[in-house]
């Protein structure tokens, strides 16, 4: 059984896979705060909720875009699994070209997203990602990384707001039921998820017309679902497009991992 960890500003998600088939998956607060012997024990929780052994687990790769947190993860996955775990960054087999001015400035997360879309759909995507940052990356016809945009998340918009205006309350973010809206947290409601939702729009629409070819639109992140409804531009909705990136990216370099492991 293959662990994938994917390490967020926000979240932790983590997913169990059989082959490539996702048997368990989970989301946990990200804490720079947690010890990694702290998150190996909410980590066996998890697992034995769910009938699941940390024997059961053969090897453990992980995707981060918050690095004081990998050091304590590798000790972790040593200490609690016995295992080296194999970390997405440079020296990593990817299987596409990035076209980027400097490939080690690409997040781990983008890496495993382009590796995951192109597997299950092809290429021609954009991949928007709704998470702290919005990152919207383009994958070329033969699953290279062309490059993308990278945007505030709706929720840092939201947050941001509520922090600078005095007077505006910290709100839940959903759609309103209309755009004229005659109360402020439905106004505020309406302001930040319509003006998110304009701003994918909008920079998809620019992406596809530098692009000069029809493209598939992918969106994942927690409130990918929300966003989708009211975009126009926005074609599949795929929760676990990072989490299937990295059990892809894993099947590339499992050998890499054997070699480490068995150095060990």
């Given at each position: 059984?293959?662990?994938?960890?994917?390490?967020?500003?926000?979240?932790?998600?983590?997913?169990?896979?059989?082959?490539?088939?996702?048997?368990?998956?989970?989301?946990?607060?990200?804490?720079?705060?947690?010890?990694?012997?702290?998150?190996?024990?909410?980590?066996?929780?998890?697992?034995?909720?769910?009938?699941?052994?940390?024997?059961?687990?053969?090897?453990?790769?992980?995707?981060?875009?918050?690095?004081?947190?990998?050091?304590?993860?590798?000790?972790?996955?040593e200490r609690y699994f016995g295992i080296h775990p194999l970390l997405v960054g440079p020296g990593l087999k990817t299987g596409f070209?990035?076209?980027?001015?400097?490939?080690?400035?690409?997040?781990?997360?983008?890496?495993?997203?382009?590796?995951?879309?192109?597997?299950?759909?092809?290429?021609?995507?954009?991949?928007?990602?709704?998470?702290?940052?919005?990152?919207?990356?383009?994958?070329?016809?033969?699953?290279?990384?062309?490059?993308?945009?990278?945007?505030?998340?709706i929720g840092t918009t939201a947050d941001a707001l509520f922090r600078t205006a005095a007077q505006l309350p910290r709100i839940e973010?959903?759609?309103?039921?209309?755009?004229?809206?005659?109360?402020?947290?439905?106004?505020?409601?309406?302001?930040?998820?319509?003006?998110?939702?304009?701003?994918?729009?909008?920079?998809?629409?620019?992406?596809?017309?530098?692009?000069?070819?029809?493209?598939?639109?992918?969106?994942?992140?927690?409130?990918?679902?929300?966003?989708?409804?009211?975009?126009?531009?926005?074609?599949?909705?795929?929760?676990?497009?990072?989490?299937?990136?990295?059990?892809?990216?894993?099947?590339?370099?499992?050998?890499?991992?054997?070699?480490?492991?068995?150095?060990?």
């Amino acid at each position: 059984m293959l662990l994938v960890l994917d390490i967020g500003n926000s979240n932790i998600a983590l997913g169990t896979y059989e082959g490539k088939h996702l048997v368990r998956h989970w989301r946990v607060s990200t804490d720079q705060q947690k010890t990694g012997d702290e998150y190996g024990m909410l980590f066996n929780e998890l697992f034995a909720y769910h009938g699941i052994a940390m024997t059961d687990i053969q090897a453990i790769i992980i995707s981060s875009v918050v690095p004081p947190l990998v050091v304590p993860m590798v000790k972790m996955c040593e200490r609690y699994f016995g295992i080296h775990p194999l970390l997405v960054g440079p020296g990593l087999k990817t299987g596409f070209r990035l076209h980027y001015d400097n490939p080690r400035a690409v997040g781990a997360d983008r890496i495993a997203n382009v590796a995951g879309a192109y597997e299950q759909y092809g290429g021609n995507l954009i991949v928007i990602d709704i998470g702290t940052a919005t990152t919207y990356d383009v994958v070329g016809e033969n699953g290279d990384f062309l490059g993308g945009v990278i945007a505030p998340g709706i929720g840092t918009t939201a947050d941001a707001l509520f922090r600078t205006a005095a007077q505006l309350p910290r709100i839940e973010l959903v759609p309103p039921k209309q755009i004229i809206c005659r109360n402020t947290v439905a106004g505020m409601q309406a302001g930040i998820i319509y003006g998110f939702v304009g701003q994918v729009d909008a920079i998809v629409r620019r992406i596809q017309e530098e692009y000069g070819k029809p493209m598939h639109v992918i969106a994942t992140g927690g409130l990918a679902r929300m966003v989708a409804q009211a975009s126009k531009t926005i074609d599949r909705i795929d929760h676990f497009l990072t989490l299937t990136g990295l059990q892809v990216l894993y099947e590339r370099n499992k050998d890499k991992f054997a070699e480490r492991n068995a150095r060990a």
